[in-house]
């Protein structure tokens, strides 16, 4: 089956078309990071707009790419959420006018089922069942996974996400968003131990994360460097380096837990945070003593990609699934509520 994926849940255009068959044919993105940075954050209404320029084009570029035409097309997959009601309703539109038009079976996704299969794009795709840990703008969550669909929910953060924390601490250290990348580069300037930063949570049992309070714990560290006149350039790496540390431990920490709690071996990692470079090999060192396995995706399908939704679409339609009655667009969407495969 031949499924155009369309991903419009917040700031990027991504388009992809999979192939059951072939695999991946072609993908594209259009980021909008660019026109939201004036702003300091996401302008809802703006991505909608920019979404609505954006799409049609990026469709027939990756058609293009692919050598097919829209014809060739055996059904589409969009984001019907979770993510900003506006650039749903978009990707959700353009959906399905194309699936009436061509007549083929049109399929709302969830946008962390999509981030949660990327890695079954790579070379070696993990088995089930598997422990995902979901880490991105919106969500940090530790996932047990026996199959498509069939997910249990063993932790979640109680305040913020992991890279919004990244993001947060971009922005303190006078950095442009997203601010996961920049942290991190600005991290391999700094001095490994000048600062130590709390690992929330690890102090009890439990799988839950939180985030605010070592926010709060940075923003401290560098008003106390601004009013001593110690803020220079090795000051914020050398923050940088230990905000990083300290959510990457704090991660690993909890994989390891999880891991044993489900008594899993392989360990799936997705959603932008999971580009880490420290975070892949902190969870690499800690999985290999647990003689367990890591599976992440390539950087660019780390974070928000067309792709992802093609691929779980794609699983989904070809068990029959598809929209019984229209656009699909639901902001706020628990994960473990999906249905699995029948
Ligand atoms: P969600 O998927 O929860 O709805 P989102 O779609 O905004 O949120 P993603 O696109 O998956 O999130 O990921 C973006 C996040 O990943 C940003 O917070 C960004 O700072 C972070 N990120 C990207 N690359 C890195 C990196 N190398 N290190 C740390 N964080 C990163
Ligand atoms: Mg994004
Ligand atoms: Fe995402």
């Known amino acids: ?162 890279g919004e924390a990244f993001d947060k601490a971009a922005k303190m250290l006078g950095l442009p968003y997203p601010g996961g990348p920049q942290v991190s580069a600005l991290a391999e300037k700094g001095i490994d131990g000048r600062f130590r930063f709390p690992r929330p949570m690890t102090d009890r049992p439990g799988l839950a994360f939180s985030f605010s309070g070592l926010k709060t714990y940075t923003r401290n560290t560098i008003e106390a460097l601004r009013e001593q006149g110690d803020l220079d350039e090795q000051a914020k790496a050398d923050v940088a380096r230990a905000f990083e540390a300290a959510v990457v431990d704090t991660l690993t920490i909890k994989c390891r837990r999880a891991l044993k709690a489900a008594d899993c071996h392989r360990l799936v990692i997705a959603g932008g945070v999971s580009a880490n470079k420290r975070l892949r090999e902190a969870l690499e060192t800690m999985a290999d003593k647990q003689r367990a396995e890591v599976f992440y995706a390539r950087p660019e399908f780390c974070t928000d990609n067309g792709a992802m939704i093609a691929y779980a679409g794609c699983q989904r339609l070809l068990a029959g699934q598809h929209d019984e009655s229209g656009i699909v667009a639901t902001p706020r969407w628990p994960l473990d509520s999906l249905a699995p495969i029948p």
């Open 1 to 162: 089956m031949r499924v155009l994926g369309i991903e419009t849940s917040c700031d990027e255009t991504g388009v992809a078309l999979y192939d059951s068959e072939q695999g991946l044919l072609a993908h594209a993105l259009y980021s909008q990071v660019g026109m939201h940075a004036d702003y300091g954050g996401v302008v809802p209404e703006l991505a909608s707009r920019d979404h609505v320029r954006k799409l049609l084009p990026l469709c027939d570029q990756v058609l293009a790419e692919a050598g097919c035409s829209r014809a060739d097309l055996e059904a589409i997959a969009y984001t019907a959420g979770p993510g900003l009601i506006g650039a749903l309703m978009v990707g959700g539109s353009v959906a399905h006018a194309m699936g009436l038009a061509l007549d083929c079976p049109v399929l709302g996704v969830h946008h962390m089922e999509g981030h949660l299969l990327a890695p079954m794009l790579e070379e070696h795709p993990p088995a089930f069942p598997f422990v995902a840990l979901l880490v991105s703008g919106g969500h940090t969550q530790l996932v047990r996974v026996s199959g498509i669909g069939e997910y249990e929910l063993l932790g979640d953060s109680v305040d913020d996400a992991a």
